[in-house]
């Protein structure tokens, strides 16, 4: 019922920016908290950065001073800035969002399909 599209991947150099994005479509009610995973090659999805519907924000130790989260709540739709990449951050990153679809409906939790983030020296 709620799809999750993300962009803005791609292929930089260690010290670089990328601004990932993700869209949040569909039969939408209210979307609560919105997040970032990341998932390294052989390893499991962790949480990169997470973001509330007032703005608070969580972030996994290893990101903490480079990449920021946000979100635009009118057209339900996440961010992250990725600043000072390191070639530990390549990866898949995937758009999380808790939603409902109608009053009364339970939230449920939606992944995208991820968009792959590569750093090179």
């Known amino acids: 019922q709620v799809q999750l599209v993300e962009s803005g991947g791609g292929l930089v150099q260690a010290g670089g920016s990328l601004r990932l994005s993700c869209a949040a479509s569909g039969k939408i009610f209210t979307v609560y908290d919105m997040s970032w995973y990341y998932q390294a090659p052989g390893k499991q999805r962790d949480l990169v950065a997470s973001?509330?519907?007032?703005?608070?924000?969580k972030y996994a130790d290893s990101v903490k001073g480079r990449f920021a989260v946000s979100r635009f709540n009118t057209n339900n739709t996440l961010y992250l800035q990725m600043n000072n990449l390191k070639l530990e951050d390549t990866g898949v990153y995937y758009c999380?969002?808790?939603?409902?679809?109608?009053?009364?409906?339970?939230?449920?939790?939606?992944w995208g399909r991820g968009t792959q983030v590569t750093v090179f020296s």
């Open positions: 999380i969002a808790r939603a409902s679809s109608w009053l009364g409906d339970s939230p449920r939790l939606y």
């Open positions: 973001v509330t519907p007032s703005g608070s924000t």
